[in-house]
């Protein structure tokens, strides 16, 4: 069992930054952020083997966030740069129990946090 604690969401102008933070009681293999806003679908962001630090994001946020992780701290972050109206959601840590290349398919993370709301105003 892991649990997977989020923060540094928060209301910020377009064009700004936040950093968020997942504190994990323990670092799976792989690691995810997704971000759901109202009425939408939940949608992958970016994703990371801890392993191997391979990375994968959706093209949206290609060249504005950042996914990483310290493995010491136990703690994955997603840097978030340039921030647009459209990045606004609640955002969401996620992990997989396996080792495998990172995925934005949620059907392969088995372990969510509570969620961070990003809120970006134009």
């Known amino acids: 069992q892991v649990q997977l604690a989020e923060s540094g969401g928060g209301s910020v102008q377009a064009g700004g930054s936040l950093r968020l933070s997942c504190v994990a009681s323990a670092i799976p293999r792989n690691m995810a952020w997704f971000r759901q806003a109202p009425g939408k679908e939940r949608e992958g962001v970016a994703a990371i083997n801890t392993g191997d630090s391979a990375t994968i994001y959706v093209d949206s946020v290609k060249g504005r966030f950042t996914i990483s992780r310290h493995m010491g701290e136990n703690t994955l972050y997603l840097q978030m740069n340039n921030l647009k109206a459209e990045d606004t959601a609640m955002y969401y840590c996620?992990?997989?129990?396996?080792?495998?290349?990172?995925?934005?398919?949620?059907?392969?993370?088995?372990?969510w946090g509570q969620g961070t709301q990003v809120t970006v105003s134009s």
């Open positions: 996620a992990a997989a129990g396996y080792g495998m290349p990172p995925t934005l398919n949620h059907n392969a993370y088995r372990y």
